[in-house]
């Protein structure tokens, strides 16, 4: 089947403006997971959902970030007034079950958005 | 402050050659997950340890969990081309989702 696509795959953006990156995670998977990669790191988390409800948004860098999934599917990121230190590569991951603790659901990531804010 | 440390940053070496890639913490993970992450590709999952001394081997990759569950080493015999990548460990904790990552290590693998 399908796995995780993410759109645009490139995004060029003015400082200033507003971007939206989607997310279509893998069908029937019930989390999904929001992540920053900045060049040369690791992934670091901005948001979680559980199906329509985002859970956990403690990574969200700032005000400015704004994640939903409004019918448990697609999510889309939205950074309003893009900055030049949002610059990086958006991953999107989905997952089969819930985080129950002490589980270790796979992550199945996309490809990503690469964000490019001048 | 990076929970978990990987190393060395980057690794380039001949094809043939074996290599060990080492995540370090001073925290107690329930699990660890090593990814390798190609360019313009997301992290794929490559194995998850979770009892300490856990040592799992897929083909010529054998990943060891340490006893106390606080750092993991990759271990590759003869090193192919197509071994190239971004190496990621991830940890995770019994009372949170949150994966906690290290910044990787790029291996290059010279024909």
């Known amino acids: 089947g399908a796995g995780v696509s993410q759109s645009p795959r490139y995004k060029v953006a003015k400082r200033g403006q507003d971007v939206a990156l989607r997310c279509d995670p893998i069908s029937g998977h019930v989390s999904l997971f929001w992540y920053q990669q900045a060049l040369g790191q690791g992934p670091e988390f901005l948001t979680y959902?559980?199906?329509?409800?985002?859970?956990?948004k403690s990574g969200l860098p700032s005000d400015r970030f704004f994640a939903e999934r409004p019918e448990g599917s697609v999510s889309t990121l939205k950074i309003q007034r893009t900055q030049q230190e949002d610059s990086a590569v958006y991953l999107c991951a989905s997952s089969r079950r819930t985080r129950t603790s002490g589980s270790t659901d796979t992550q199945y990531f996309g490809p990503g958005t690469r964000l490019t804010v001048l | 402050t990076q929970l978990l440390e990987q190393s060395p940053q980057f690794l380039s070496i001949q094809e043939g050659e074996n290599l060990t890639v080492y995540c370090n913490s001073s925290?107690?993970?329930?699990?660890l997950q090593w990814y390798r992450q190609e360019p313009g590709e997301g992290p794929v999952l490559l194995v998850t340890v979770v009892t300490g001394g856990e040592v799992k081997k897929l083909k010529r990759l054998t990943f060891q969990f340490g006893d106390a569950r606080k750092d993991s080493s990759l271990h590759i015999t003869a090193a192919q081309p197509g071994d190239t990548g971004l190496y990621l460990c991830a940890g995770a904790r019994d009372s949170n989702y949150q994966l906690i990552w290290g910044a990787g290590t790029k291996l290059i693998i010279k024909p």
């Open positions: 925290s107690v993970f329930s699990s």
């Open positions: 959902f559980q199906n329509e409800a985002q859970l956990d």
